[in-house]
């Protein structure tokens, strides 16, 4: 690492270690490998990144088709995320207080009980609407406790250098679970039942709770502060609304979840339907093109070395990808559609774990929960507006390719915006770069 100077300002100082990383590929995959810690916590994810989708698909069609009220599957969604959103940040103060793990095992485990009282209450015919809107509800609080500690145990398990490898392998594992979670649902209830889908999720929790019960935390944590809990959710935002270079990437996965995620979200079946004239395959083409792009552009970050400054490389990712929305509304053959999402994918994933990997290393050891609960916060909070404002627009006379065309535009420029505005993404201090010295 560079010798320091004694005129650089502390916070250039602290970029150094944020906007570069050069590593050996084959050294970093190697060492992942012989990580027993990260990978118990890497098979955990693997069972626990199924439970998520397939809750929701069965919870879903639980309304719809055994209860038989399509109408009321709104609030059911409603009651399974605003607990998630609204309690994010007690999540992340308590993932800084006490051990990552234990969060997470509880929330495993507890989940783990619900879901096999559910399918008790189900078999006595007890598992009424009111009912599952309490269990609707518990299923929010328990993941607002685990994802803020899930996606700041990371740092904690492996070297600053192998970090980008191991977000890459944590969001590939996400992403394959996003995929395969509804089709293992769907596959359960066409040839099983309620009772047996609520028992195969429960055992999945439990399985993956089991395997964080041997994942151990290496690092040591700081002497706790016992500041109220209010105090610190609030020095959580503080934290992060001093330093430009962390709330420019709030921002930026703010402005991601409104203006991409969100109408992408609505765009595939209304694109389908309404400019593709297509079927329930089509769409599942356009789905699985962005899957599989996503699946490449983590394993791009696993296999390409990373070097130079990852900060701007992302931000220019995600420009790109703000084009590609743009170019989403402007087809209207579905072929070019699907290499677009496939496109998409494959850039939105690459841009989100860059980013997200940079965030990680500016965060300071002692408030990792606090400042990835606010993360999780902006790149899922303003979803559900977004998604809900789209057919608001859509009922008053826009088109779902206009609507992506001009989200595309607007991203594009407010991102633009950010990239010439915040000096610290253009710090001197980001040639320097980021290793482990013996």
Known sequence: MSKKNDNTPLYDEVMRGVF????????????????????????????????????????SWYVVDYLHMPTMLGIVLMVTA?????????????????SKTKIMFLSDFIRF??????????AQGLLTFGVLLVFAALFGILEAFYWPASSSIIPTLVAPE?????????????????????AVAGLILTFGSFQLSFIVLGLLLLIGAIC????????????????????????????ISRDPFKLSIIVTVGIASFFISGP??????????????????????LQVSFAAGSILGGLMLVV?????????RAYAAFVLLCLGIVGMGSVDQLLYAIIISGCAGMISAYANMLLLTVFQLSLDQD???????????????LYPLSTGLVPVLLGSGWSISEILRISGMVAGGFLLIVILSVRALHSPSAGASLNTED
Do not use: C, H, W
């Open 113 to 122: 009980l619900l879901l096999i009282s559910m399918a008790v209450l189900f």
């Open 264 to 285: 992408v979200s609505v765009a595939f079946p209304t694109l389908v339907k309404e400019v593709f004239q297509g079927t329930a395959m089509d769409l599942t083409y």
């Open 367 to 381: 408030k990792l929960g606090r400042g990835m609960s606010v993360f999780t916060i902006a790149s899922t909070g």
């Open 212 to 239: 964080l019960f041997l994942v151990r935390e290496s690092r040591q944590r700081p002497a706790d502060r016992r500041e109220s809990m209010l105090f610190e959710m609030g020095e959580g935002f503080r934290y």
């Open 162 to 182: 192998q970090l980008g490898t191991a977000n890459s392998l944590n969001v590939i594992i996400q992403q394959l679970g996003m995929f395969a979670g509804p």
């Open 20 to 59: 570069t990383i050069q590593q050996s590929s084959d050294s970093v995959k190697g060492s992942l490998i012989r990580n027993r810690t990260f990978m118990f916590f890497i098979a955990s994810m693997i069972f626990t990144s199924l439970t998520t989708p397939m809750y929701m698909l069965i919870e």
């Open 304 to 312: 390409l070395r990373q070097k130079g400054n990852m900060t701007l």
């Open 82 to 98: 605003i607990p998630r959103v609204i309690l994010m940040t007690v999540g992340g103060v308590l993932s800084d207080r006490f």
